[in-house]
């Protein structure tokens, strides 16, 4: 994996008013593999954790878009009981047939004591956005490497970023197009 260096990053130990890194990936994969499986999305946060050493406070949680639809389906429902029968209702009714037997996307998130990490999946795309923050530096590339095994990665884009408070963000960009090339 590589990062391309826009700003020069020093070590965040060195780094005045250091609060924590940030890692933020777009991925777009050329398989469903990974980013339809509740399981494989469990496993990467919970691994995850354990490879960058940070603390759970809960393991991840992860749940399919479904879940949304139900709270959704509970909302049109309460509308109609209130005797709203609006056009947006009977939408939103049809859109919640349509998405009943569809596969749909997943979201995981698990709680460090150091701060985060989150994943979003859109099945219909083949790709999923993830975000990890940590009070606790960790090292990005161990971080990139270990999330793009869970999936049949075609391309990935992201920040690098080291956040500071009264100094600049030091920011670095993640391409594999550009890794490629070189």
């Not at 008013?17 to 339809?36: A, E, K, M, N, Y």
């Not at 996307?105 to 460090?112: F, P």
Request: aromatic share 10%; proline share 4%; charged share 25%.
């Amino acid at each position: 994996m590589s990062i391309e260096i826009v700003s020069t990053v020093q070590d965040p130990a060195c780094t005045e008013g250091f609060v924590g890194r940030h890692l933020l990936l777009d991925v777009q994969t050329s398989t469903p593999r990974g980013i339809t499986e509740t399981t494989a999305v469990h496993h990467l946060l919970e691994g995850l954790s354990n490879a960058l050493d940070m603390t759970l406070v809960y393991p991840p949680i992860v749940a399919r878009f479904p879940f949304a639809a139900n709270e959704l389906s509970r909302f049109v429902e309460s509308l109609k009981a209130e005797g709203i029968q609006a056009n947006a209702v009977y939408a939103m009714e049809q859109l919640l047939a349509r998405r009943q037997n569809e596969e749909a996307g997943i979201s995981g998130m698990t709680v460090w004591l150091e701060s985060h990490a989150a994943i979003h999946t859109w099945t219909e795309e083949n790709f999923f956005s993830f975000d990890a923050y940590s009070c606790k530096d960790f090292d990005p590339e161990k971080a990139l490497d270990y999330v793009l095994r869970f999936f049949d990665v075609q391309s990935y884009n992201g920040l690098d970023i080291v956040r500071t408070i009264d100094a600049p963000q030091q920011v670095r960009v993640i391409d594999s197009r550009r890794r490629e090339a070189a």
